[in-house]
């Protein structure tokens, strides 16, 4: 197995379990939503960058999530082809 996959992985794990990283994560969304939500009709600029940051926190998570599946995945593909799948 890539051993930098593992170890990214696990580091992965470990931040989208940190309680510090999902409380900063929900403060920045929730400090986000609350400046779109409550910017006037004509602020279209506060309402796009709002949202681009939602969007880039939401891509920063999948990323996370994408390397801790790709982990497992491979895991499960090296299990089977050893001949060590559950049956």
């Known amino acids: 197995m890539d ?4 170890i990214k992985a696990n580091q ?3 931040l989208l379990n940190s ?3 999902r409380d900063a994560m929900q ?4 400090a986000q939503i609350h400046a779109f939500l409550s910017s ?4 279209t600029e506060t309402r796009e960058k709002a949202h681009s940051i939602i969007l880039a926190l939401s891509s920063i998570e999948y ?3 994408n390397v801790i599946t790709d982990k497992e995945m491979l895991d ?3 299990t089977k082809r050893k001949g060590l799948a559950p049956r």
């Open 3 to 6: 051993k930098s996959l593992e």
């Open 40 to 43: 006037s009709k004509d602020d």
């Open 63 to 65: 990323e996370l999530i």
């Open 19 to 21: 309680v510090a990283f």
């Open 27 to 30: 403060k920045v969304k929730d």
């Open 12 to 14: 992965a794990k470990e």
């Open 76 to 78: 499960k593909r090296e």
